[in-house]
């Protein structure tokens, strides 16, 4: 049983826009998953879906097999993490530190054990020190980051985040990007995640949905959707700069193997320069 399924999902907003069209998604366990697709195909609108912040117009959400009602919905929050592409969206608590616990202490655990989720959870976004800082006057990254240590504080088994990296500084995209590998390699959790980098597809999905105008246009693995250029173009995306230099040399002639990620290039210039990898 998949942890997260929709069947010919629809969803049609009051002012008659189609969202989404009959999505059918699958979401197995331990895997990182991105959807990409330009401004308005509906990846906010399909997240909002995975734990029963909107319902279905038509079509069926399945958690563990199960569709979101009144009864477990609270069980279904506590299941899906999910981090709104908006903080703002989603804090609300005249500090840090209340804001970030108010997920855990609202599930009902212990005030030991809800400290020490804020503290692990602020230690991994970066902002220990700012726990007694108002949300309101952070930075828009900082808000992000607080948006995010909410979430994880509830220890979801998925975590499914709207362009997570939207707003960070390098540093800050850099400790989101080891937080989402660790949660699923050594945790064995599942991480939806959004966004208009594309280099950070490569670098974390093994999964790829791209959508466009509320349906899915394509889905594959990295090299089966980065070896389809023109689709990205088709949708407003594009190759990340590594492959595209590769890409570009290759037709060439200059022999050098495809790689997406930063290693994988780095690796296949070494060989190309007869350098010991
Ligand atoms: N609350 C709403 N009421 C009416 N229409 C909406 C609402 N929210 C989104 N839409 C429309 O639904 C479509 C999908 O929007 P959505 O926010 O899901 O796109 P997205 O893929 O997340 O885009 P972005 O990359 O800009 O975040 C867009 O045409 C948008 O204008
Ligand atoms: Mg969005």
């Known amino acids: 049983m998949h942890i997260i399924e929709t069947r010919d999902l629809c969803h049609t907003y009051k002012n008659n826009i189609d969202a989404l069209k009959n999505i059918s998604f699958i ?11 330009p401004n308005g195909a509906g990846k906010s609108t399909l997240f909002k879906h995975f734990n029963g912040v909107l319902k279905p117009t038509s079509g ?16 279904v929050r506590r299941t899906i993490g999910l981090v709104f592409q908006n903080p703002d969206d989603q804090i609300f608590s005249p500090t840090v530190e209340q804001d970030v616990a108010f997920g855990p202490a609202n599930m009902g655990l212990d005030d030991e054990t809800v400290k020490h989720r804020v503290s692990e959870s602020l230690r991994i976004v970066g902002l220990s020190d700012y726990r007694t800082r108002v949300p309101h006057h952070l930075s828009g990254g900082e808000k992000k980051r607080v948006a995010i240590a909410g ?6 088994q998925v975590l499914v985040l709207d362009e997570p990296t939207a707003g960070l500084d390098p540093q800050g995209v ?3 990007i080891r937080f989402i590998h660790d949660f699923t390699v050594k945790y064995g959790m599942t991480v939806i995640f959004s966004t208009h980098d594309i280099s950070l597809v490569a670098e974390l999905a093994e999964y790829i949905y791209v959508m466009n105008n509320g349906s899915f246009v394509a889905k594959g693995t990295v090299a089966e959707i980065f070896s389809q250029p023109n689709l990205l173009t088709s949708v407003r995306l594009d190759l990340p700069v590594l492959p595209k230099l590769i890409s570009s040399l290759r037709a060439r002639d200059i022999p050098v193997e ?14 190309a320069f007869g350098k010991d990898v």
Do not use: C, D, H
């Open 258 to 271: 495809m790689g997406y990620t930063f290693q994988e290039a780095e690796s296949a210039f070494l060989k």
């Open 60 to 75: 069926k959400v399945l958690i563990r097999g199960e569709p979101i009602t009144k009864e477990n919905i609270r069980e």
């Open 27 to 37: 979401a197995p366990r331990n895997t990182r998953i991105a959807i990409i697709g």
């Open 151 to 156: 979430i994880i504080a509830m220890e979801p």
């Open 174 to 176: 850099r400790e989101i």
